[in-house]
């Protein structure tokens, strides 16, 4: 009898070590984080160098909660169908913990509403749009208005500009950003006295360049090609009035985009949301880092990749590698950190839209020479919501 019952005891301590063993097998060894990027079409060399960013970051990061970072990566293809079609495997095939991406906009809002859905935290690799950004979206670099809005102070303050021009795409960035220019410079007492419109992707600038008004700047913003086609072209025309441009397209403060316009850039000043040689923490070890593994300078969509990574690596430490959604929801919107692109939260005080970050003007221009210099950053701003209307405001 005694027999029979260590039998039957013995069979139920190796049943319980087998579904004990069963489990910790099925325990995940790593964090899985979805890279979502245009690595391909019109704006793929920006997702390329966000993807070294992000890279870097996740290699650097170690082990988090005895887990290690498992990129999981897909190209956009700069086509809103794509994007949708690709969240969808990386959600629901890879059950990625959280996703980084897309650039292009139009993937951006494709993907907004299944984010939502699903609960699965997303970061929005540019400026997020006034059409609309949800409550599991982040937007780590702020709002399109947010992100331009400085460079409207800076323009009037410090470069004393009394009247503008802008030329722009004509699309919804393009005029948001135009917008948090004009919201700036305005507020400081300079006036826009003229808004001009090309369709996007034009290559020949000719006629709307030669359509400008005289005024004390010429404000620019255009997609990448649109930046190659505007400069050189604008030299030829032989036009007097200084350049500034709101927010560079990721091209003006990139050194290897930059070496390529030559010296049709000299003299122009731009905002960025990085800026490689900025004093800022941990940019330097950054840029060295960078140009050990990929024997070049970064560029911004690199610096932002980087410091993305940086929030959600933080975020995942702050839960210790639990990925559970609103666990880790709400570890990201407590984020309150110093990255390489200056100090980043999201404050609580935007209504319905506390998961926009603040965000650090900063300026540069092109020097004598084609060298990217830095100047002074002076503004703060953040995103408030009111009366149906995203409005950015200085943080005193």
């Not at 890279?55 to 700069?78: M, N, P, W, Y």
């Not at 699965?120 to 702020?142: E, H, K, L």
Request: aromatic share 10%.
């Amino acid at each position: 009898m005694a027999r029979v019952l260590w039998s039957v005891l013995l069979s139920v301590m190796l049943l319980a070590m087998a579904i004990t063993t069963g489990y910790a097998q099925k325990e995940p060894s790593t964090i899985k984080v979805g890279v979502l990027l245009d690595l391909t079409g019109p704006i793929g060399p920006g997702g390329i160098d966000m993807e070294k960013g992000i890279r870097l970051a996740a290699e650097q990061a170690g082990d988090i909660g005895g887990k290690k970072l498992e990129l999981i990566v897909a190209d956009s293809a700069t086509d809103a169908g794509v994007a949708l079609d690709k969240t969808r495997l990386l959600v629901e095939t890879d059950k990625v913990a959280a996703i980084i991406g897309p650039i292009y906009g139009g993937g951006i809002e494709a993907i907004e509403p299944y984010i939502e859905r699903f609960h699965v935290p997303q970061f929005q690799a540019m400026g997020a749009s006034n059409t609309g950004i949800r409550d599991w979206t982040f937007a780590p670099i702020g709002m399109c208005v947010e992100i331009t809005y400085g460079a409207g102070l800076y323009a009037h303050d410090m470069l004393h500009y009394k009247t503008a021009v802008t030329l722009a795409a004509d699309f919804i960035g393009g005029h948001e950003f135009i917008d948090g220019f004009k919201m700036g410079f305005e507020a400081s007492g300079g006036k826009v006295i003229q808004e001009t419109w090309y369709p996007e992707g034009t290559t020949n600038m000719a006629p709307f360049l030669t359509a400008l008004e005289k005024a004390d700047v010429v404000v620019f913003w255009g997609t990448p090609g649109d930046v190659f086609a505007f400069y050189p072209q604008y030299r030829e025309l032989n036009i007097k009035m200084p350049v500034l441009q709101p927010e560079d397209g990721g091209v003006t403060s990139s050194p290897a985009m930059e070496a390529n316009l030559g010296k049709s850039t000299i003299g122009a000043v731009f905002g960025t949301i990085y800026l490689y040689n900025a004093d800022t923490p941990g940019n330097k070890e950054f840029v060295q880092a960078y140009q050990a593994k990929y024997k070049q300078m970064p560029g911004v969509m690199s610096g932002v990749g980087f410091a993305h990574m940086q929030i959600l690596i933080a975020a995942l430490r702050a839960t210790n590698g639990d990925v559970s959604p609103d666990v880790l929801y709400k570890a990201i919107k407590a984020v309150s950190m110093d990255t390489i692109r200056g100090h980043v939260n999201f404050p609580a005080d935007q209504g319905g839209f506390g998961l926009v970050a603040s965000f650090q003007t900063t300026m540069g221009k092109i020097g004598p020479n084609g060298e990217i210099q830095q100047l002074p950053a002076t503004y703060t701003t953040q995103i408030h919501f009111k009366d149906g209307q995203f409005l950015p405001s200085l943080v005193k």
